[in-house]
């Protein structure tokens, strides 16, 4: 059961009848997902996953980055949706809005707000998107130079571009040069999104020198630059890292999601739950706390079983009638509150702590004054 408080999403984890006692978990972003603050994500190209997991030509992706990480095992292309610019539009707004084909903005631009970065930036929470080869004083909105418009999905939004004004100041601000990420990690001035956009050798599109194999050359990439985003403390202080795929054009449709965070299960856990690019999307939904839920990401199952499962997931009657609690999935150093109701209206604050390690336990002894209880975790910013 979920239920909604403004934009926040509270679920219902459990209910134990036989006592009375219900008890939820309760974020900013919702669900069972951990409080992801920074959120990074690379998107390659076209390569069925059965390319990549075992692939000894990828050996940074399966002996560095998969033991450590959680993963996808049937993560899918979108039905028949090709080429690259629909995935793309679809991971930014969950539909393609009836576009199959890769033209620039010129022809494919969108007079539409209800996209991801919108949504975001409405709410103040920063975005950027860092593409290699983009000079940071016009928006890219042609391919030339290394730069694949069809790879940017933000500037085929109208309130991005300016309806394809190079010189529009919010597009510039907002989609910067590769090159700058490396600084920003440094100063941890990153935003809180960040869609990072490889070129056309580095994401695996095209097959280049010096490596001329895609596959190859797409490992050593990741093996460069992936090392800087874990190394940083946007990173390891609530941070994610997502690596995936726009597509396959193999008989095998699924594509790789492999997930790196300090609250991911990781040490190479797997799962084979149906998952698309609407999952996604989804997931930076619940992680941000933006909504509506837009497109498709409202009828698909997020991403949160890769992650430590942030709630309450234990509760255990004491002998004198009171209530034991432990909270999992949370920050530490963080403020937590465990919060307690008889009617899921009135809360009362029964524990505010800062947490030492990723759990705690708390004893609600007035409970036992109580025929119904109900109880909520909070994380503060």
């Not at 459990?14 to 939820?24: D, K, R």
Request: charge should be negative; aromatic fraction near 10%; proline fraction near 5%.
């Amino acid at each position: 059961m979920s239920f909604v408080y403004g934009h926040r999403i509270v679920r219902l984890l459990a209910a134990l009848g036989a006592i009375g006692l219900s008890f939820l978990s309760f974020l900013a972003h919702g669900g069972s997902i951990p409080p992801i603050r920074t959120v990074f994500i690379i998107l390659l190209e076209n390569e069925s996953w059965a390319n990549i997991e075992g692939n000894t030509i990828a050996p940074y992706i399966n002996n560095t980055l998969i033991p450590m990480a959680s993963r996808c095992e049937a993560y899918f292309n979108i039905d028949s949706l090709h080429p690259s610019l629909p995935n793309y539009l679809w991971l930014e707004a969950g539909t393609n809005f009836g576009i199959l084909d890769d033209n620039e903005p010129a022809v494919n631009h969108l007079n539409i707000t209800n996209h991801l970065v919108t949504l975001l930036n409405n709410a103040g929470i920063s975005w950027r998107a860092y593409q290699e080869h983009v000079p940071g004083t016009n928006i890219p909105l042609v391919t030339e130079n290394g730069i694949s418009v069809r790879h940017n999905p933000f500037v085929y939004f109208d309130d991005v571009s300016g309806t394809n004004n190079p010189n529009y100041v919010y597009g510039i601000t907002h989609i910067r040069p590769y090159a700058e990420l490396s600084q920003d990690l440094t100063n941890n001035t990153v935003a809180r999104y960040n869609f990072i956009i490889p070129d056309d050798c580095n994401d695996g599109h095209d097959v280049c020198s010096p490596l001329n194999n895609s596959v190859l050359q797409v490992d050593s990439w990741l093996a460069a630059e992936v090392p800087r985003i874990l190394n940083s403390a946007a990173f390891t202080n609530d941070g994610a890292l997502f690596i995936t795929w726009d597509e396959s054009y193999e008989t095998d449709s699924r594509i790789g999601m492999i997930v790196l965070s300090p609250f991911a299960r990781g040490g190479g856990y797997a799962n084979t739950t149906y998952y698309t690019h609407s999952s996604m999307l989804r997931t930076l939904q619940e992680m941000f706390g933006i909504g509506p839920f837009l497109g498709d990401a409202a009828n698909a199952t997020d991403l949160s079983d890769l992650f430590i499962q942030f709630g309450i997931n234990q509760v255990v009657r004491t002998p004198s009638g009171g209530i034991h609690l432990t909270a999992v999935g949370v920050s530490p150093g963080r403020t937590n509150v465990i919060e307690a109701s008889t009617n899921l209206v009135n809360w009362t604050a029964i524990s505010t702590n800062v947490a030492l390690s990723d759990s705690f336990t708390v004893i609600d002894a007035d409970a036992k004054d109580f025929e119904r209880r109900f109880y909520r975790l909070l994380q503060l910013p």
